[in-house]
């Protein structure tokens, strides 16, 4: 079936230490969102790549970083986690940039210690 | 905020029966979503609405739009355990993004 994958579902950092979250996706969708939720909020975008194209959310934190190094994958990088960045991260996908359904996956839940 | 919210915040019924929430929003919209979300896990797409249609059915599932008005409400007729999650409603215009209501927690007990 035609998906969206997280890796690792749970991770575990150390407050400061880099930490890395990868998403692919079999449904060959050309673009490509990173949400952030933390408990009983509303997912929050953080950006989205359209193909290669890299559109950053005014109000995200340089702390976060993304590559999208192929159609199939793309990653999270956050460079210094302090401890209000725990929280659910999730992928999503769409046919296109404009106005189509999003397709999630399950997430990584962010623990920083 | 462009953010839409949701009413109620949490509602709890009794299986079988019926499930209405109620999203309003502020700006003008192409599309209006509904997705559901079970605890601890990723959003699942449940309903697109456009917005020059008033009322769609998929399943249990109706949703009206009253672009006038700025809302959407969903229901959930006969509503079973498994219905327990959150649900969000998301609206498409400008941005080329989707942004989210604030979500109605439901429980359905037995």
């Known amino acids: 079936d035609a998906m969206v994958i997280q890796n690792p579902r749970y991770q575990v950092t150390q407050f400061g230490k880099p930490v890395t979250l990868s998403c692919s996706q079999t449904?060959?969708?050309?673009?490509m969102y990173w949400y952030q939720q933390k408990s009983s909020q509303a997912p929050k975008l953080l950006f989205h790549?359209?193909?290669?194209?890299?559109?950053n959310e005014a109000d995200t934190p340089d702390n976060f970083q993304s590559r999208r190094p192929n159609t199939s994958f793309c990653f999270l990088d956050i460079r210094s986690p302090g401890l209000g960045d725990a929280a659910m991260y999730l992928c999503?996908?769409?046919?296109?940039?404009?106005?189509?359904?999003?397709?999630f996956g399950p997430g990584t839940r962010l623990t920083v210690t | 905020s462009q953010q839409g919210e949701e009413d109620p915040q949490a509602l709890s019924i009794q299986e079988g029966e019926n499930a209405t929430m109620n999203c309003s929003y502020k700006?003008?919209?192409?599309?209006l979503q509904w997705y559901r979300q079970n605890s601890g896990r990723g959003l699942v797409h449940l309903i697109l609405i456009r917005s020059n249609e008033r009322e769609k059915h998929s399943g249990r599932l109706r949703v009206t739009l009253d672009t006038s008005k700025k809302s959407s409400s969903l229901l959930i007729t006969a509503s079973r355990a498994a219905d327990t999650a959150s649900y969000f409603c998301?609206?498409?215009?400008?941005?080329?993004?989707?942004?989210f209501g604030t979500g109605t927690q439901l429980k359905v007990e037995l």
């Open positions: 999503a996908t769409s046919r296109d940039r404009q106005y189509y359904e999003q397709y």
């Open positions: 790549y359209y193909d290669k194209d890299f559109n």
């Open positions: 700006t003008s919209i192409n599309n």
């Open positions: 998301a609206t498409a215009g400008g941005g080329n993004k989707l942004t």
């Open positions: 449904l060959n969708h050309n673009v």
